[in-house]
Each structure stands twice: as structure tokens, then as C-alpha cells.
């Protein structure tokens, strides 16, 4: 399983960005997760490959939208209206259940992309 997260970097607050995860080797469901400065990893979103049904942690809901397209391997986080306490290191990750919301439940995972958002 490879996962190769892209698109991270430097956004001003109310904007947008969208990061890419190239993945390879498995059918299961990825997740994106984010580790700002000092903090722990935490849960973003994630999507079921074969179905498509996607999921929010409550602080990106109705602003980050998640999605993959089959025919090139790769799931999609477009980022809108980002805020400054959006700022972290962005990774993507392959679970090997779709009801996978903890880091230790996901096995596989990408180097990070940093993204900011200034103010």
C-alpha cells in the first residue's frame, strides 16, 4: 500500500485549497488527518472507496469536502473558507474498515503536506 499526499501550502484566511492522495495497493477507506503544531494527530474526514460515503469531523464540516476518483487512485480534500486554526500538517491514510476514525485504526499512511492559513 502506498499512499502520496500533494497540494499543501500557503492560503489566506476565507480561502480555498484542495490536497491530493495518490494511493495505490487496497480498495478500503481513506481518511485525512491533520497534526497542528503542539497537538495531536486528529481525524478530518474519510470516505469509503467502493460507495463513496463520507464523513466530518464536526470542525470541517460544510467547509472541507472529501471525494475520489476510481479511474485515477486518488482521494481529494477541497478545503473552503479555511481559518487560521486550519494550519497543520495534512496526511492521508488507508483503513482496512470504513467505520475508522482513530489513528490506530488506520495502518497505512502518507508523509504529510503542510498547509497554512494566514490571517
Not at 37 to 51: C, F, L, M, N, Q
Not at 65 to 70: A, E, F, M, P, V
Not at 88 to 111: F, I, K, R, S
Request: aromatic letters at 12%; proline letters at 3%; glycine letters at 10%.
Amino acid at each position: 500500500v502506498q499512499l502520496q499526499a500533494s497540494g499543501g501550502g500557503v492560503v489566506q484566511a476565507g480561502g480555498s485549497l484542495r490536497l491530493s492522495c495518490a494511493a495505490s495497493g487496497w480498495k478500503y477507506a481513506t481518511g485525512w488527518f491533520r497534526q497542528a503544531p503542539g497537538k495531536e494527530r486528529a481525524y478530518v474526514a474519510r470516505i469509503t472507496w467502493d460507495s463513496g460515503i463520507t464523513y466530518y469531523a464536526a470542525s470541517v464540516k460544510g467547509r472541507f469536502t472529501i471525494s475520489r476518483d476510481k479511474a485515477k487512485n486518488t482521494v481529494y480534500l477541497q478545503m473552503n473558507d479555511v481559518k487560521p486554526e486550519d494550519t497543520a500538517v495534512y496526511y492521508c491514510a488507508a483503513a482496512l474498515h470504513d467505520g475508522a476514525t482513530t489513528t490506530n485504526e488506520y495502518p497505512y499512511w502518507g508523509q504529510g503536506t503542510l498547509v497554512t492559513v494566514s490571517s
